[in-house]
């Protein structure tokens, strides 16, 4: 690009029409002049050649991406953040860039607008071998083209009655192998104990060793024999992650024979698979977070997990299954907060998602993730804190349960345990000592 | 887990009947001991919790992913290769890990396969915060569920008529902002150039400034006029990603006026979505490679590219454009070579899938990248160094033409470039003195 060329890929943002365009904030590294980087990182998003040769004409003020600031972090870092095992000349500097990105180039489509905005020209701009897309706004003209969550946490707190507490997730467990009968009955002890949704675990699919059919009216019979015996609503939330192709059917089969949640894993199914199928649900849609950690991990590279947050919750997605607090999910907490906020913060008519941070969590880590999150709209999910209870499913459940009521008695959970076997039982076995941060992975058998 | 438990997620190969496991490799970083750290990898990603509490049960011999091989490759690092903002205390170990994972716990569907070898298991193992999926191997009885590319490179070979050479793609650009006229204008005169495939830019989408429906239309007739002046046939290659629940009619409407191959986002749309197009596919279905570099860039953390090339293949991609060779597309050699070959690369009965390894490709790089892949088998994809070059398309395409005849003649491009007008505007263009590995980047305007 010619010194004279770049300026078209600069703009004062508030000579645009806000309407028309995206805001996304990146972590860039590169090399040479930042501003001519930064030309070039919008025009490998957008028009790339933005004339026919020969031709003066300059396609760049309506479909040009554009810099609306740029900061220089760090000018000379002695080296890229990570080894790449490529050389580039000159100093390195790490920039915060803010663009402009006018979303006609592509419209409201999902697999167009992540080509665009973390696609090649993203990630395989001149001079930027590191970069990291760290969050993405919309206006509210691009909003209003999509129909966001059926239900949202106001719909699921509707269906289940429930709307002054967390709602109490768990993973059914042994989350592979079991039979359909087995595995209902798992389920249907989970609910006696105090939960409001039992779970497929995400790697369980429709096999032919626990089909979802079979599965689906076995969980449903014993879903709805729960919900007499406790006269709560209660959700079989089963896991229809297939093909594109099946999950309309996966639906239908599910839901008529008793699901009454679905669960489906919004990246290896495709943020715009769970778009088509938002049209056609019948009941909430929960997603599972497989296959974000490799492209978010990194504090410098990929994709900030928000960015995926906010995409399922345009997506559809009536609550969102994103990893939680603490050492064991490798997230930090100002991530998963981040996380949080971007399923309950203001989106334009879009309705908010329930955010749901899990990870090896318990009765002894319900307190923690209350007062992070900041507010009762959250579900919990743990997995072996209830199904690995040394008094099973029921009393598993039931500890979570008696662990809210400490929290809303404002009473220490040791406390609260000396007459609650169910609690004193998962401390035993959890880890009395360390009741906020403790995992139960290594006390499973 | 107990001590006593970790034998359980360890296998003889040779005891495995070989037709119920996929076997994946991986690098990991671990702290504590790389046996333990390996037998929870496994546990994370199959039966996390292999007994209903209370029952001698042991659900892993059938449905437990099995270490085969660990290898320790570097015992007490200083530290994890990337700083994550985690603190794990002990030694870090490099390990690499062979894994033997039973494909009945989910079957021949690609987002469970997904979920299970590169999901939160993967992810957020204990104790293994740092992992890449290096490579997947899969058997025969699994291959044969899938229909892999319906053309593969003899169909599309014998589409174009064209058995000796690789196959010239180039993408139209200006990529993004051209109306349907003068866009077809520009494929019509590459073809008359002699490129075999005028394709539409990945980002370039069904809008109201240039949409799909008028696009194929007039490219079509501009492709069949180009054939009739030729006496070649040709390909309109159009860009049909979109929404899931459009591609089966976009598919439709784009053949139906003049598109006689088309182009998907991969990964944006979900190997799923490609899998499901294939079986409804009349023409040969090419994938682009937006949203891979963010998982697979780092050379220890994510998965390696070649993952998804496989995937891309078994899913039904007839080609695959994926990042090519030299710096601007930040990949090593090894790696391009390892992506190429998993589209060549024998796979049951799954056809082989053109590679085309792309990025600021023109004239005079076209021998540096037929002496890397080492056959006639790829595809070659200059943009603008085709529509950028100084004598406009039909100029850019003879210069690709005329660089093929050089190489077929043993002559040097200097040499062939005296008695050929567009080879030497190239060169003067894109730079005469770095021809095999000059980008024409920077001289675009």
Same mark, same amino acid.
């Given at each position: ?24 904030? %990146? %972590? ?33 003020? #309506?479909?040009?991406?554009?810099? =609306?600031?740029?900061? /220089?972090? #760090? ?21 915060? /860039? ?23 020209? #993203? ?52 989350? =592979? ?43 449903? =019979? ?13 959700? %079989?939330?089963?896991? =229809? ?65 928000? /960015? ?61 993730? %209350? ?46 345990? /000396? ?21 139960? #992975?290594?006390?499973?058998?």
């Amino acid at each position: 690009m010619k010194n004279a060329d770049w300026s078209g890929f600069f703009a004062d943002a508030k000579a645009l029409n806000q309407d028309d365009y995206i805001i996304l904030d %990146y %972590y860039i590294e590169c090399t040479g002049d930042p501003q001519i980087a930064a030309a070039h990182f919008c025009a490998e998003q957008s028009t790339a050649q933005w004339h026919r040769m020969g031709s003066s004409e300059d396609l760049r003020p #309506t479909f040009a991406a554009k810099v =609306i600031a740029l900061d /220089v972090l #760090t000018a000379k870092k002695s080296c890229f953040s990570y080894d790449l095992g490529i050389h580039l000349d000159g100093d390195v500097h790490a920039c915060r /860039v803010r663009i402009a990105h006018p979303h006609g180039n592509f419209g409201a489509r999902l697999p167009n607008l992540l080509s665009a905005v973390c696609g090649e020209g #993203t990630f395989f701009s001149p001079a930027i071998p590191v970069v990291k897309l760290l969050d993405i706004f919309f206006p509210a003209s691009y909003l209003a083209e999509f129909e966001g969550p059926q239900f949202g946490i106001e719909g699921i707190r509707d269906l289940l009655q429930i709307y002054d507490r967390p709602i109490f997730f768990g993973v059914i467990k042994p989350n =592979i192998g079991l039979p359909p009968e087995a595995f209902s009955t798992l389920g249907y002890q989970s609910w006696l104990g105090g939960l409001d949704v039992a779970k497929d675990d995400e790697m369980l699919a429709d096999t032919d060793w626990c089909p979802l059919e079979k599965r689906a009216a076995l969980l449903g =019979i014993a879903r709805r024999k729960a919900e007499l015996e406790t006269g709560c609503p209660k959700f %079989y939330l089963a896991n =229809i992650t297939d093909e594109v192709d099946r999950l309309v059917d996966l639906h239908d089969i599910a839901v008529a024979k008793g699901a009454n949640a679905l669960l489906i894993n919004a990246m290896p199914v495709g943020l715009s698979a769970i778009r088509m199928l938002r049209r056609h649900a019948r009941v909430p849609l929960i997603a599972h977070f497989p296959f974000i950690a490799p492209f978010s991990r990194l504090p410098n590279f990929g994709i900030h997990s928000r /960015v995926f947050t906010k995409l399922q919750r345009l997506a559809g997605c009536d609550a969102i299954i994103m990893p939680g607090f603490g050492e064991r999910m490798q997230m930090s907490d100002d991530e998963v907060c981040a996380n949080v906020s971007a399923c309950l913060a203001p989106m334009g008519e879009i309705k908010r998602s329930l955010p749901v941070p899990g990870g090896s969590d318990w009765a002894g880590t319900l307190q923690n993730v %209350y007062d992070k999150v900041g507010t009762v709209d959250f579900g919990f999910v743990p997995g072996r804190g209830v199904f690995g209870h040394p008094l099973g499913p029921k009393g598993g459940a039931a500890s979570i349960r008696q662990a809210w009521d400490a929290i809303v008695a404002g009473v220490s959970l040791a406390d609260y345990a /000396v007459d609650h076997v169910e609690l004193s039982a998962a401390m035993d076995a959890f880890g009395r000592k360390t009741a906020v941060n403790a995992t139960p #992975t290594d006390d499973e058998s």
